[in-house]
């Protein structure tokens, strides 16, 4: 569990909805850093990896775990506003 994660899930899914191998994870929602107010009623923000571009570009198994470890980070730090830049900046992109 990471501190500060609310009203967030974390799903599955084969592809992206343009059925490309190229999206391994993407983050659907509000980052932190943007939001007004966050009450009760609101859906969760969604954290989706995708499973086939996953298994495409990972060879091994340990790669395969490096490859979800760095992605869920990725989508982790969008959820707390960090921009791809910063993530670049830091390695994590």
């Keep these: 569990m ?39 009623g609101e859906l969760p923000d969604r954290i989706v990896l995708y499973r086939e571009p996953l298994l495409a570009i990972a060879e091994t198994l340990d790669e395969l775990r490096d490859e979800i470890h760095v992605t869920l980070v990725h989508e982790i730090a969008h959820y707390y506003g960090i921009d791809d830049d910063e993530l670049h900046r830091l390695g994590w992109a």
């Design 2 to 40: 990471v501190d500060g994660l609310e009203n967030l899930v974390f799903v599955t899914e084969d592809r992206p909805e343009d059925g490309s191998l190229d999206l391994l994870g993407l983050y659907e929602g509000v980052a932190l850093t943007e939001r007004d107010r966050y009450g009760f």
